[in-house]
Structure formats: C-alpha cells, structure tokens
C-alpha cells in the first residue's frame, strides 16, 4: 500500500511541471519537510541575512501572512548598510523567487515599493508550491553606497 501511495506521489510530482521529471526523481527530497529541511531559515519577524559580499544586511521585517503561506504573501524588507548601520533609502532593490529544487520554473513578478526608512514592499511574494524557496535580493545603491551592488537570498519553506 505504502508502495502504491509513494509512485503515486512521484507521478503526481512529474506532472506538475516542476522540472522534476528531467532529473529522478529524490525521494529524500519528495518527503523532507520544513522541519528537517536544512536549507531554509524558520521564519520569524525581523529575521536578517547578510550580503553576499558583506555590504548590506537585509532584514524581514514581517510576512504577511506570516510564516509564508503558500500563495500570496507580501514581505517588507529593510536594508541596512553594515558600514554605518544605517537604514538605507534610494536602493534599487530587485527580486526574484526560486525554488533550488526545481530550477525550471519561477514565479509572478514580485513589485517592490520603497516606503521609507530603509523598508521595501515586496509584492506579490507568489510562493505557490510547498518546498524551499530562496528569495534573491539585487540591491543597488546608485546614489547611496558609492554605487554599490549586492544581493542577498532569504530561504524559507512553505509547508
Ligand atoms: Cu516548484
């Protein structure tokens, strides 16, 4: 019986147009869940990773919902610059969803609206499959941090 439920899964999972199909199929993978999953950062309010060179720190001020919830989610974010500490205005600030499991799809455009105080309205952040997704941030400072660019991910998981 358990063997049946598990190719169903899989069939289901190929089918899905996840990108699954053209690599096997990981049963690890297809049963791991948020949480014993390694890669993602459990969500709470105010969580902050760093840049990948070190430039920013960038902050999750709140989800809502929150924790993210498969589907609809819209995030606030606030950019810091480590060499002051100060709150960062006047980024350019891009992002883009994906889930390292299935690099063969993304997501709708995610609008970013600057709101002051070093905030940025992430919306829609359309997280519409279970599964880890990393969030990549490309944060460009043209008139504040010498022109700087950076970027920065936030991994979550959606049950
Ligand atoms: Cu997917």
């Given at each position: ?27 690890s993978s297809?049963?791991a869940t948020c949480a014993t999953d390694e890669r993602a ?60 499991d ?29 599964g880890v ?22 991994p979550v998981c959606?049950p």
């Amino acid at each position: 019986m358990f063997r049946v439920l598990l190719v169903l899964t899989l069939a289901i999972a190929a089918a899905s147009g996840c990108g699954a199909a053209a690599a096997p199929a990981d049963p690890s993978s297809e049963f791991a869940t948020c949480a014993t999953d390694e890669r993602a950062m459990p969500y709470r309010a105010g969580m902050s990773v760093p840049s990948s060179a070190g430039v920013f720190t960038v902050k999750l001020l709140d989800s809502t919902p929150g924790p993210p919830v498969k589907g609809q989610n819209t995030w606030t974010v606030e950019v810091d610059e480590v060499s002051t500490g100060a709150a960062l205005d006047g980024l350019d600030v891009s992002v883009v969803p994906r889930m390292p499991d299935h690099p063969s799809h993304g997501t709708r455009p995610v609008v970013v609206t600057p709101s002051g105080s070093g905030t940025y309205v992430l919306k829609p952040v359309y997280l519409y499959m279970s599964g880890v997704w990393e969030v990549s941030l490309v944060i460009v400072g043209a008139t504040v941090g010498s022109g700087t660019t950076d970027s920065a991910v936030i991994p979550v998981c959606i049950p």
